[in-house]
């Protein structure tokens, strides 16, 4: 069953469609199921958040919940940033999420996946970089607040990689998403990216299979025609490396299903 658990709608400022045009294209991919993870954002100097899921949002969730055959779930896509945890798990226990989803964007405040920003890389040193990106994952991972981890290898999106083997950071990363239940989310959004590759990469997914750490599918749709893109290619990703199963969440409850 295709399962896409990132979606962004227009609540999220950088994404296009109503939860009815996303419902609507769901529907018509025959996906089995989809949860709303908008942006939820951290001021990197003060730690104001940006919170797109106000009073009107959560009733117009509840009311397309009511009325859609369509399963759906209610989630958020949040920033991790190691100062503001608390103020993260603050933000969490306010709603009633299906599921969390956590994401690192940001080393310091240098935010990675900006095209404005992508000369950064050429600054640094990429093996040290991906030390640093996925000392974060990890933090992530150790907080126990978030039931999956979005674009695990994001890092990659504009194809700098390490010139010698990286393998070990890679299964420190597996080592922790198993220890503390973190989902690895496999994110067809890396097809369209400069990377062309989804994330994980193959050479991860693997590492990840062996740690035996779930999966969850994501499009990370930011407009109604991407959601559930790619999943065809996702799915047979998942298969090569010996997934059968991927999880579905209620109430921060975690199920599994045949993909």
Same mark, same amino acid.
Do not use: W
């Given at each position: 069953m295709f399962v896409d658990y990132h979606i962004h709608?227009?609540?999220?400022?950088?994404?296009?469609?109503?939860?009815?045009?996303?419902?609507?294209?769901?529907?018509?991919?025959k996906l089995g199921e989809i949860g709303f993870s908008?942006?939820?954002? &951290?001021?990197? #100097?003060?730690?104001?958040? &940006?919170?797109? #899921?106000?009073?009107?949002?959560?009733q117009n969730f509840l009311n397309l919940k009511a009325k859609t055959e369509l399963p759906v779930k209610l989630g958020a896509e949040v920033d991790f940033i190691p100062r503001f945890v608390q103020k993260i798990e603050g933000f969490i226990r306010k709603?009633?999420?299906d599921y969390v989803i956590g994401a690192v964007h940001f080393i310091d405040n240098w935010s990675v996946d900006s095209p404005s920003q992508i000369c950064e890389y050429s600054k640094r040193d990429?093996?040290?970089t991906y030390e640093e990106y996925f000392s974060l994952v990890k933090k992530l991972c150790?907080?126990?607040?978030?039931?999956?981890?979005?674009?695990?290898?994001?890092i990659k999106i504009f194809g700098f990689k390490p010139k010698t083997d990286f393998s070990h950071i890679l299964i420190e990363a597996a080592e922790a998403m198993a220890k503390f239940?973190?989902?690895a989310e496999i994110n067809t959004s890396g097809l369209r990216r400069p990377c062309h590759e989804i994330y994980p990469s193959e050479q991860f997914l693997k590492i990840l299979h062996n740690h035996n750490v779930p999966i969850v599918f994501g499009s990370d749709a930011h407009e109604p025609k991407d959601v559930g893109r790619n999943f065809t290619e996702a799915k047979k990703l998942a298969e090569k490396v010996g997934y059968t199963q991927v999880c579905v969440f209620e109430r921060r409850e975690r199920d599994f299903v045949k993909i």
């Open positions: 709608t227009e609540a999220s400022l950088d994404a296009k469609g109503s939860m009815e045009e996303y419902v609507k294209n769901a529907k018509q991919k908008e942006h939820v954002k &951290f001021n990197n #100097i003060n730690g104001q958040p &940006f919170i797109p #899921i106000k009073s009107t949002y959560l709603y009633p999420f990429i093996l040290k150790e907080s126990r607040l978030f039931d999956s981890l979005a674009h695990p290898d994001l239940n973190v989902c």
